[in-house]
């Protein structure tokens, strides 16, 4: 809370004339107190018990204007007291903070973009800066922390190896996190392990409340090593059942699989529309031969477009994709059982 004492009337010299009230020596020179309720021409009278004075008998009389009384004395060029704005109102001003002590009223945004992948590491480039629509950021710190996760992967556990400025200089980390500067780019080395293998996304959050940071989830995806798992030696089961030849023969063919639990559309939108369904096609049958590919992209010229910039396409699939040669024909096939 600020506040301050009232202020004071500033009197312009020569203009109007001193206004009287019985005798010289009774007013001051913006207000008279008196024992007697009366009014007088051109005052306000107002009891003193009416102010919250309690107990009091006195009164207090202002002029109606700015005007001064008459005490007999040179006049001078300023006044205290009396009916008027300035003399009347104290500013009191309370600051109310909206944000928890230690926080920030400060809105960060966060951009990424993934780089090549340096001896078995992945590697990816991102700045951090303040949203200059919504705060100025004087006083602000010039540091923030943030983290690396996967969206829905809690089985995923991602590894900081290195962490540094773009030019090379070192930036803290500390328990999992980075203390990213505001405004400068950092380049992030990590690893992701799990319990099978796949392709996940990245996110960049703040895990803290000190500050507001929009969460950047990248439309690339990062392969995921399966962690190694030792098995213990089981006991001889017993054979399996015969099978019939014509229940061999049904089993030879490959039916389709369906899609994971994830939303084929989650993904794809982040695919270009022209290659969208060659890669809604290989999720759901997990192969698709060069012919197969030709009619859906369109043309063999749509395919050739596609093989220019397979790999940054194929990096925002949750799947490896194996392209192998079979009598002269390329396959296009998903890895694994992701």
């Known amino acids: 809370v600020i506040t301050s004492d009232h202020g004071f009337l500033l009197i312009a010299p020569g203009i109007g004339t001193a206004q009287a009230h019985g005798r010289a020596i009774d007013p001051h020179r913006r207000h008279v107190f008196s024992s007697v309720a009366a009014d007088h021409t051109g005052e306000v009278r107002v ?52 944000a928890a002590a230690g926080g920030s009223l400060l809105k960060y945004r966060v951009k990424a ?48 190896v290195q962490v540094q400025g773009s030019d090379g200089s070192p930036v803290k980390q500390q328990a999992g996190s980075i203390h990213a500067p505001v405004g400068g780019q950092v380049e992030v080395f990590f690893r992701l392990l799990g319990g099978e293998a796949q392709r996940v996304p990245i996110e960049l959050y703040h895990p803290g409340a000190a500050a507001d940071v929009a969460p950047f989830v990248t439309q690339d995806r990062f392969t995921v090593s399966a962690r190694a798992v030792a098995v213990a030696p089981r006991e001889p089961s017993a054979p399996p059942p015969q099978i019939l030849p014509e229940t061999a023969e049904a089993a030879t063919e490959t039916a389709p699989v369906a899609p994971n639990a994830e939303s084929v559309a989650d993904w794809l939108d982040a695919v270009p529309d022209w290659a969208r369904s060659f890669f809604a096609h290989l999720q759901t049958h997990r192969k698709v031969t060069e012919p197969e590919a030709i009619k859906l992209l369109g043309s063999a010229r749509a395919l050739r477009r596609l093989s220019k910039d ?21 396959h296009y096939e998903v890895e694994g059982n992701k």
């Not at 540091?143 to 996967?150: D, I, S």
């Open 47 to 98: 009891p003193l018990a009416d102010l919250g004075y309690a107990d009091s008998p006195l009164h207090v009389m202002f002029p109606e204007t700015t005007a001064v009384f008459d005490t007999g004395k040179s006049s001078q060029n300023f006044v205290h007291g009396g009916n008027s704005l300035q003399e009347r109102v104290i500013p009191v001003l309370t600051i109310v903070h909206k």
């Open 113 to 160: 973009n993934r780089q090549p992948d340096v001896a078995g590491m992945h590697r990816m480039l991102f700045t951090l800066n303040v949203d200059a629509q919504t705060a100025l950021d004087f006083g602000s710190s010039r540091t923030v922390e943030l983290a690396l996760r996967t969206p829905g992967g809690d089985d995923v556990q991602v590894e900081l």
């Open 310 to 330: 397979f790999e940054k396409h194929a990096q925002k699939a949750p799947f490896l994709i194996r392209i192998e040669m079979v009598a002269g024909v390329k």
